[in-house]
């Protein structure tokens, strides 16, 4: 990642806190989630090559925000 990328995913990242920050009334207090939930969701080793931001960000909202 060179630096532009960096700046750019840096802003990315500062807009999906305020948007998390805007929306927080809405999301529940408590996780719909058993304990232990996200084990079985995510890989036991590190990925051999890295994965897209589009995909971790993804992954971000679908599999960790739930809990």
């Known amino acids: 990642m060179d630096s532009a990328e960096f700046r750019r995913r840096g802003k990315e990242m500062v807009d999906f806190v305020a948007d998390y920050l805007e929306g927080i009334e809405g999301r529940q207090v408590y996780p719909d989630v058993e304990p232990g939930y996200l084990r079985p969701l995510i890989p ?18 679908k599999i960790i925000m739930p809990g």
């Open 44 to 61: 036991t080793t590190a990925p051999e090559e890295p994965d897209m931001f589009e995909d971790i960000i993804s992954d971000v909202e």
